[in-house]
């Protein structure tokens, strides 16, 4: 188990916790035994991940993925989790059945993310009304750009990866 975890983060406590595959009183007898800690429905463990439905999901199957390393963005999480990670997110998507998903990752409160913990959600698409709706449109506006700002932005990107 990582020693880079923290004990104010609920993933965290997740992470150390029990598994909620007990019939219910048997759950109450562990929940009692592990006070601080935090109950999942875990799908999927390595070293590195911990895969746990979300308790709230938007569709059947919405997954949450972890590193069992606490860190609040990628930029805080060594790659070998990510390394680890991807993968996971694949077996996952597969292991729902859903032709069509999302994987989605937020950096930040600016950028919707509500737990400081990195995490990444498989979400089923399998019909209209499941899953993610937004109006790409409206939730993701385009923007105009000359190739010269665009050439700029490249540039600027490359030199800060060289």
Not at 60 to 66: E, K, N, R, Y
Not at 87 to 93: F, G, M, N, S, T
Not at 123 to 133: F, M, T
């Amino acid at each position: 188990m990582s020693s880079h975890l923290d004990d104010k983060c609920i993933f965290c406590a997740i992470i150390n916790g029990v598994n909620m595959q007990y019939p219910v009183w048997d759950y109450l007898l562990i929940l009692y035994s592990h006070v601080g800690k935090i109950p999942s429905f875990k799908v999927y463990e390595t070293d590195l991940s911990y895969a746990f439905l979300d308790i709230n999901p938007v569709a059947d199957g919405h997954t949450l993925v972890i590193p069992k390393y606490h860190a609040k963005t990628i930029l805080d999480l060594p790659d070998e989790h990510l390394v680890d990670i991807a993968p996971i997110l694949k077996k996952i998507a597969k292991a729902t059945g859903a032709e069509q998903f999302n994987v989605l990752q937020n950096n930040g409160e600016l950028a919707f993310q509500t737990v400081g913990h990195v995490h990444f959600h498989v979400i089923p698409k399998p019909n209209a009304e499941e899953g993610i709706k937004f109006n790409l449109e409206e939730n993701w506006p385009a923007k105009t750009v000359e190739k010269d700002v665009l050439a700029k932005t490249a540039e600027k990107i490359k030199a800060a990866l060289a």
